[in-house]
């Protein structure tokens, strides 16, 4: 059964290295979209239901529910390695997604996404051939904590964690994951003396 039709792209041809905007941000390519189950395979090539040209686009597949919990990419009738993985919270109709993930090759490559069980985003982030790279952002209850930056799965660059009200709390400096400065702040902004402890920064 066919789910969407959107303009299809020539984006598949391009390497997945290059599915990055100037800015790093990954890029979902605008494809046809198709279930699996309607889908025909001929001697491992994929074609769409009447259709004499090999499939390029995104296939899904669906739970017992009508949830997508999987999205693969193809290009002239071949998985062409990208997959988008889909985790919810429960198995019902009514189903708030809880984790979304890109692959390529088997390896973490693309945005990851995670939401609470009422559909807020909580982290934002992307992974590069199976490591952390660029911008993490976190949230709680819709309002933004936390955001760093991984340079190959390491800390890089300032990590600002944000106070409930909107202040900074803190400000650390990494090099090669390791912390070289730290700045804090109390609940009225103003400037305090540090205190560090492995799973918590703070004013004294």
């Not at 984790?99 to 992307?126: A, M, N, Q, S, V």
């Not at 799965?153 to 994951?177: M, Q």
Request: charged content about 30%.
């Amino acid at each position: 059964m066919k789910y969407s039709l959107i303009p299809a792209s020539l984006f598949l041809t391009i390497a997945i290295s290059q599915n990055y905007d100037e800015t790093g941000v990954f890029i979902i390519p605008e494809v046809e979209q198709w279930n699996l189950e309607g889908m025909i395979k001929k001697n491992g090539v994929l074609f769409a239901p009447q259709s004499m040209e090999p499939f390029s686009g995104m296939v899904f597949e669906m739970d017992g529910f009508g949830n997508v919990n999987a999205q693969r990419y193809y290009f002239n009738g071949a998985f062409n390695g990208v997959e988008n993985r889909i985790e919810y919270y429960d198995r019902s109709s009514w189903s708030e997604k809880k984790k979304e993930t890109f692959y390529y090759d088997g390896k973490r490559h693309g945005p990851y996404l995670e939401w609470d069980r009422y559909g807020d985003k909580i982290i934002e982030g992307y992974y590069k051939e199976g490591k952390k790279d660029g911008r993490w952002t976190s949230w709680l209850d819709g309002i933004k904590i936390e955001e760093k930056t991984f340079k190959n799965d390491l800390k890089e660059g300032i990590l600002t964690r944000w106070y409930e009200n909107g202040r900074i709390k803190y400000k650390v400096t990494y090099k090669n994951d390791a912390s070289i400065k730290v700045k804090c702040w109390n609940l009225s902004g103003y400037e305090c003396t540090c205190f560090t402890y492995p799973d918590e920064i703070g004013c004294l």
